[in-house]
């Protein structure tokens, strides 16, 4: 089976809370990229990061960081001190090496209020 | 800055109508994609391209076409309007190499609504 999940629908915090988006993935393949993209109200999709099946170092870039973990099937994403151009809907997305289409997860719709 | 362009943003047709998207790349990429978004769906790939004149189906090419005339564009193409096609089509390009890692490059979106 091939999927990614991503469980949580819309998600509201407050400004400068801490917030994690969660992704699961199923994948049969060893070799295989994971995407998290973000989509604010303008609707194009920017890249936001990819990461490889044979690196699970976390990643971090100013107040965004990505928590890799194989044991789990999971590529999670966390903003800190969240603000209010965070709001987006956010996806995550499968590349497998055997499979030339993206598996995309259904979005987090994530909302900051000031 | 690369760009990916798609000539409409908000479009509205009748059901039955012939409607054409259209998305420009200027990146020489030669790979292009058409999905298709709805609230809860997340992104369905309609159809692909990976060359001139090249096409392949995706998850829900029914009711769809597409055109590959030149390596920059790539037309989407209802060929009878319904309302079931309501929907924000997103247009997004990659290279050939890294086909497997690289990401997608994407339109702003078309939000069409056929009534």
């Known amino acids: 089976a091939q999927k990614v999940t991503q469980a949580q629908t819309e998600i509201s915090v407050v400004e400068k809370e801490d917030v994690t988006l969660d992704c699961v993935y199923e994948?049969?393949?060893?070799?295989?990229?994971l995407f998290w993209y973000k989509q604010p109200p303008s609707g194009e999709l920017v890249f936001l990061i990819r990461?490889?099946?044979?690196d699970e170092q976390n990643e971090i870039s100013g107040r965004y960081s990505w928590n890799f973990q194989k044991s789990t099937s999971s590529f999670n994403f966390t903003i800190t001190a969240s603000q209010v151009v965070d709001s987006a809907v956010y996806f995550c997305?499968?590349?497998?090496?055997?499979?030339?289409?993206?598996?995309w997860g259904a979005g987090t719709k994530l909302i900051i209020k000031p | 800055d690369v760009k990916v362009t798609q000539s409409s943003r908000y479009l509205v047709k009748r059901t039955g109508e012939k409607v054409f998207l259209e998305c420009v790349q200027d990146?020489?990429?030669?790979?292009m994609f058409w999905y298709r978004q709805d609230p809860g769906l997340g992104l369905r790939l309609i159809y692909f391209?990976?060359?001139?004149?090249?096409?392949e189906k995706g998850d829900i090419p029914e009711g769809y076409s597409v055109s590959r005339e030149k390596k920059e564009r790539f037309s989407l193409i209802l060929e009878s309007a319904s309302t079931n096609q309501t929907s924000m089509y997103l247009c997004?390009?990659?290279?050939?190499?890294?086909?497997?890692?690289?990401?997608?490059?994407f339109g702003n979106g078309t939000r069409l609504t056929v009534t």
């Open positions: 997004a390009s990659k290279p050939r190499q890294g086909r497997f890692n690289s990401p997608l490059h």
């Open positions: 990461r490889n099946s044979f």
């Open positions: 997305a499968l590349s497998e090496y055997s499979n030339y289409q993206l598996i």
């Open positions: 990146m020489d990429h030669e790979n």
């Open positions: 994948t049969r393949d060893t070799t295989y990229y």
């Open positions: 391209s990976y060359d001139v004149k090249m096409k």
